[in-house]
């Protein structure tokens, strides 16, 4: 293995706000605001103020699944949250989510407007609110719960792990790369042996398990997330390859990955929704910049 570095970590860590590479701007090891910003507030029952990464859209694939389902109230307006810009740090953003971390949502059909962060305690939120995509069997809702927590626990190791190193880092550094690709693939094969037998993570079901999974382990083998399809080798996963083209042809799933997106071709990107229209009238290139 090649050497890397001669670094040797001080006695205490020290913040260095250059060195903090890709996502200098936005790294600090402080909580809480950094500037005051009210969040608007729609007309609909949910809101919804994310991006269309692959956390965001989790929540957009269960809303539009729902909305598809019948369910009318999960209608929602989506606002964008610009990371990149630091709207993660507005104060009434982080009202909402004191992680400051895209998705968080406001239900205001409550008494009281209920506000849920994280992405897996939205979908969980949904799913009981709306009864649906959610098994009431307890056992196949165990095993429903276990997946959705399985992916909560494990996709930290794809984005902050393997992606981080083999994307983003200023330096290829050969441990970390080797270390997380071990620990990408196991996880790979974890889910492949487990489509192998089973239609959807949770059985014949459709479940907010899939919806939770989908966005992150779809995306590395539909090669949309950090190129690195070839180097992990993703299409030798026949199951999930299966799977990720099944999922990736439904309706629903292929509006929300569009909600709140702004990047990646113009015809994809609604930055905002507010109404079911909005994917034919309102989509970046139609609209264009703002003035
Ligand atoms: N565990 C969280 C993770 C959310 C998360 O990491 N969001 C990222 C975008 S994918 C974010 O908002 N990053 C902004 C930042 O770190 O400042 C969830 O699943 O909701």
């Keep these: 293995m090649s050497e890397t570095s001669t670094y040797e970590p ?34 609909h029952p949910i809101q919804l103020h994310s991006l269309a990464t692959p956390n965001g859209v989790k929540v957009t694939i269960m809303l539009e699944e729902l909305l598809a389902a019948g369910h009318t109230g999960a209608e929602y307006d989506a606002y964008l949250v610009n990371i990149g810009e630091g709207d993660q740090f507005g104060s009434g953003f982080v009202d909402i989510n004191p992680n400051s971390k895209i998705p968080a949502l406001v239900d205001q059909s409550t008494d009281k407007p209920t506000r849920v ?20 069997d307890p056992a196949a809702r ?34 970390c790369i080797d270390r997380f690709s071990m620990e990408v693939k196991r996880q790979l094969d974890v889910l492949d042996q487990r489509l192998a037998t089973n239609k959807y993570m949770c059985g014949d079901e459709y479940t907010i ?16 997330v950090y190129e690195a399809g070839e180097f ?17 042809e439904r309706k629903a799933v292929q509006r929300g990955r569009m909600v709140n997106r702004a990047f990646g071709p113009e015809e994809e990107q609604l930055r905002e929704r507010h109404d079911a229209s909005d994917f034919e009238t309102k989509t970046q290139d139609k609209i264009g910049e703002p003035a």
């Excluded at 962060?117 to 009431?136: N, W």
């Excluded at 398990?209 to 949309?224: C, E, F, K, S, T």
Aim: with cysteine; glycine share 10%; hydrophobic share 40%.
């Design 209 to 224: 398990a899939d919806m939770a999974i989908w966005p992150w382990y779809g995306a590395l083998v539909d090669n949309r």
């Design 117 to 136: 962060f994280e992405s897996g305690s939205i979908l969980l939120y949904l799913a009981e609110k709306f009864g649906a995509f959610l098994p009431t």
């Design 142 to 175: 165990t095993e429903c719960l276990s997946w959705l927590f399985w992916q909560m626990g494990s996709a930290p190791y794809l984005g902050g792990g393997f992606g981080h190193f083999y994307a983003y880092a200023p330096v290829k550094i050969e441990y």
């Design 10 to 43: 001080a006695k205490v860590w020290k913040w260095d706000k250059a060195n903090g590479g890709k996502f200098a701007n936005i790294n600090r090891p402080i909580a809480g605001s950094t500037h005051d910003k009210e969040l608007p507030v729609g007309k």
């Design 232 to 248: 992990l080798d993703t299409q030798s996963y026949k199951n999930l390859v299966r799977w990720t083209k099944e999922i990736g």
